[in-house]
């Protein structure tokens, strides 16, 4: 069992940049970054295999970076020009076996944080 702790989170304003950090307890294939808004079903943010490969949802491609240092198994998600609409509940993940960057689901992936609260004000 792979225990996954965030860390980042906070209260900003629009135009701002936050950058989440996620260390896992052992060994990792594919990780990734999802997030939830209330009242809406968890989203894939960005994933990011051990080689490298990554993935960007649609929304945030452009602003957002994911990285992973896989000395230290840790996982990052940099986060520029944040807008209101990022405001959600952000999750780490991680899969026990490799997964590809095509069309990443949550269903996929084994191991979650227990989430860190992004909230970008207007």
């Known amino acids: 069992q792979v225990q996954l702790v965030e860390s980042g989170g906070g209260l900003v304003q629009a135009g701002a940049s936050l950058r989440l950090s996620c260390a896992a307890s052992?060994?990792?294939?594919?990780m990734g970054w999802f997030r939830q808004a209330p009242g809406k079903e968890r989203e894939v943010v960005a994933v990011?295999?051990?080689?490298?490969?990554?993935y960007y949802a649609d929304t945030v491609k452009g602003r957002f970076t994911i990285s992973r240092d896989n000395a230290k198994n840790t996982l990052y998600l940099q986060m520029n020009s944040l807008k209101p609409e990022d405001t959600a509940v952000y999750y780490c993940?991680?899969?026990?076996?490799?997964?590809?960057?095509?069309?990443?689901?949550?269903?996929?992936?084994?191991?979650w944080g227990q989430g860190t609260q992004v909230t970008v004000s207007s």
């Open positions: 993940a991680a899969s026990r076996v490799w997964r590809g960057t095509t069309n990443p689901r949550p269903a996929e992936y084994d191991y």
């Open positions: 052992g060994y990792t294939f594919t």
């Open positions: 990011i295999t051990r080689s490298g490969s990554t």
